[in-house]
T-cell receptor, first 115, second 114 residues
Framework: AQSVTQLDSHVSVSEGTPVLLRCNYS??????LFWYVQHPNKGLQLLLK??????LVKGINGFEAEFKKSETSFHLTKPSAHMSDAAEYFC?????????????FGQGTTLQVKP | DVKVTQSSRYLVKRTGEKVFLECVQD?????MFWYRQDPGLGLRLIYF???????EKGDIPEGYSVSREKKERFSLILESASTNQTSMYLC?????????????FGNGTRLTVT
């Protein structure tokens, strides 16, 4: 069965320092993986996606993620945090349900950015 | 840009009421989804639809039903609202079947059942 686990429910960093949000997945086949961000009182926005091309994926707002099959991980990073990065982040794996892809969401990681 | 619009931002309903949550997308997407979001649980799929008049149960369909009479509109129905259905409800759409279609989300409806 496919699943996704976000290893930290809450991460706190100082502005200007690196961000690391950790995600492990379980999939019986080569997965499609996504990171979404949700700012307060907003819907979710796609940050980036991995679809079996390059293992290092670049997204919006300076974020990137690296697919590591040997570690079944898809961690999200950013070299320097900005105050506007404070939000909730979701790691997501795509699975087939019949002929339709559906997404399984991790529990979410809240990123706090301190001045 | 794709726009997914949920008709209500906040709703307060009483136990036992029938509740309709409406969602409209403007990009001719085939797939539409309803999720609920609860703290610590992430998003859980209630129902989805890949075509007009088609629906599939998600992971937590109990207590809910859906309607998709037109391609652009996907309604979530709580037949008899209960307090454990107090939650944030998110509608989403995607462009085609398959594993790699990203979802486009509405801003959510926060439902409180008293």
């Amino acid at each position: 069965a496919q699943s996704v686990t976000q290893l930290d429910s809450h991460v706190s960093v100082s502005e200007g320092t690196p961000v690391l949000l950790r995600c492990n997945y379980s999939s019986s086949y080569s997965p499609s993986l996504f990171w979404y961000v949700q700012h307060p009182n907003k819907g979710l926005q796609l940050l980036l996606k991995y679809t079996s091309a390059a293992t290092l994926v670049k997204g919006i707002n300076g974020f990137e993620a690296e697919f590591k099959k040997s570690e079944t991980s898809f961690h999200l990073t950013k070299p320097s945090a900005h105050m506007s990065d404070a939000a909730e982040y979701f790691c997501v794996v795509s699975v087939l349900s019949g002929n339709t892809g559906k997404l399984i969401f991790g529990q979410g990681t809240t990123l706090q950015v301190k001045p | 840009d794709v726009k997914v619009t949920q008709s209500s931002r906040y709703l307060v309903k009483r136990t036992g009421e029938k509740v309709f949550l409406e969602c409209v997308q403007d990009m001719d997407h085939e797939n539409m989804f309803w999720y609920r979001q609860d703290p610590g649980l992430g998003l859980r799929l209630i129902y989805f639809s890949y075509d007009v008049k088609m629906k599939e149960k998600g992971d937590i369909p109990e207590g809910y039903s859906v309607s998709r009479e037109k391609k652009e509109r996907f309604s979530l129905i709580l037949e008899s609202a209960s307090t454990n259905q107090t939650s944030m409800y998110l509608c989403a759409s995607s462009s085609h079947r398959g594993l790699v279609s990203p979802l486009h989300f509405g801003n959510g409806t926060r439902l409180t059942v008293t």
